[in-house]
């Protein structure tokens, strides 16, 4: 029994199989594919902002605009992808263009590079452990906590569990409101990536407000950053939410099970794992976070063990919204009864 006090990511370094380190063959970026990527992703992107500004201004029923907006809002979840794996180092070979893109997309997405770095790399260190949970991740309570709760925070908690505030209220809480404000515990880079994300937008929306109209610009950008926000939370939420899940306290918490049974493999459909930019492999990015979004299937495909995860289907995943609470005696997530 490895003592209470060791830190769960030193004690993972020690339980990994010998097949893990093959995972290292996996890790190397390429200039190539990053540009290539950010190609296929920024340009369609900003070819659907132009057409929407179009739309609009040649006064178009609003619908088509949200027609177009919905399409927009699958390429901001690649992008936000891309943006995820500039916060891991991970979409090119140097540090340098990591950053840059890394803040350049984070200004598309709303969300602070230093900042959600510093609350992401949390949650890869913490994230199923029942003991460190708070950083980066979908409140979960345990069933034993929600009972012994008060009638109020029992409310809020079955407030924020709802699908419709969580995936709804919650995707325009997070991006518009959340993200303007340094995570608890940041420290003072992550404070001034907040506060310097947050004057370039206000110097978008500026610029925005004295070419197309500040009417135009949040007929566009509120939905498509709405809808992009809730297909990201769901994203999220599935990784980590679903029967047959893996919780655990300190004592026993394990970053290879962590990694193989806490993170879910969402198989979707090719369109759809090319917008989500594969990051449905998502026990494969647990178990080596520098692994780009690129390279993701051809290390599921190449390492045997890794196929040994069942996958999660987009039709079972949905009946993971009902889950709620984590049952320690179970061992399993179950609903509020």
């Excluded at 420290?187 to 978008?204: G, M, P, Q, Y």
């Excluded at 980590?240 to 290879?256: C, M, S, V």
């Excluded at 794992?273 to 998502?282: E, K, L, P, Q, T």
């Amino acid at each position: 029994m490895v003592n209470s006090n060791t830190k769960p990511e030193k004690r993972a370094t020690r339980i990994w199989p010998a097949w893990h380190s093959t995972l290292s063959n996996f890790r190397q970026p390429s200039t190539r594919t990053a540009v290539w990527q950010l190609l296929n992703s920024l340009l369609p992107y900003f070819a659907l902002w132009f057409l929407m500004i179009e739309s609009i201004r040649h006064e178009y029923p609003y619908p088509v605009t949200l027609a177009l907006a919905v399409v927009a809002a699958m390429f901001l979840v690649r992008l936000f992808i891309l943006f995820h794996d500039c916060v891991h180092g991970s979409l090119f070979p140097r540090k340098g263009p990591n950053t840059f893109f890394g803040y350049f997309l984070g200004l598309l997405v709303f969300t602070p590079f230093d900042d959600w770095r510093f609350s992401h790399l949390r949650h890869h260190t913490t994230y199923a452990n029942l003991d460190t949970r708070g950083f980066g991740d979908i409140w979960t309570m345990t069933r034993a906590e929600y009972q012994n709760s008060s009638k109020t925070h029992r409310l809020s908690y079955r407030l924020y569990r709802n699908p419709f505030i969580l995936l709804g209220l919650g995707a325009l809480f997070s991006f518009l409101l959340r993200f303007r404000l340094p995570t608890r515990k940041a420290k003072r880079k992550e404070r001034v990536s907040v506060l310097f994300t947050n004057l370039l937008i206000a110097v978008v929306i500026v610029i925005a407000w004295q070419t197309i109209g500040l009417r135009t610009y949040l007929l566009i950008q509120l939905p498509v950053l709405w809808i992009a926000g809730a297909l990201g939370i769901w994203l999220f939420y599935v990784q980590h939410q679903f029967e047959g899940g893996y919780w655990a306290r300190r004592q026993e918490w394990d970053a290879l099970r962590a990694a193989m049974e806490g993170s879910s493999f969402y198989r979707l459909p090719s369109v759809l794992r090319w917008f989500s930019a594969s990051i449905g492999y998502h026990h494969v990015h647990h178990l080596s976070p520098r692994i780009p979004n690129y390279r993701l299937k051809e290390c599921y495909d190449a390492v045997p063990e890794v196929r040994d995860k069942p996958p999660l289907t987009l039709r079972k995943s949905l009946s993971g919204i009902h889950l709620k609470l984590w049952d320690e005696e179970r061992q399993d997530l179950v609903g509020f009864y």
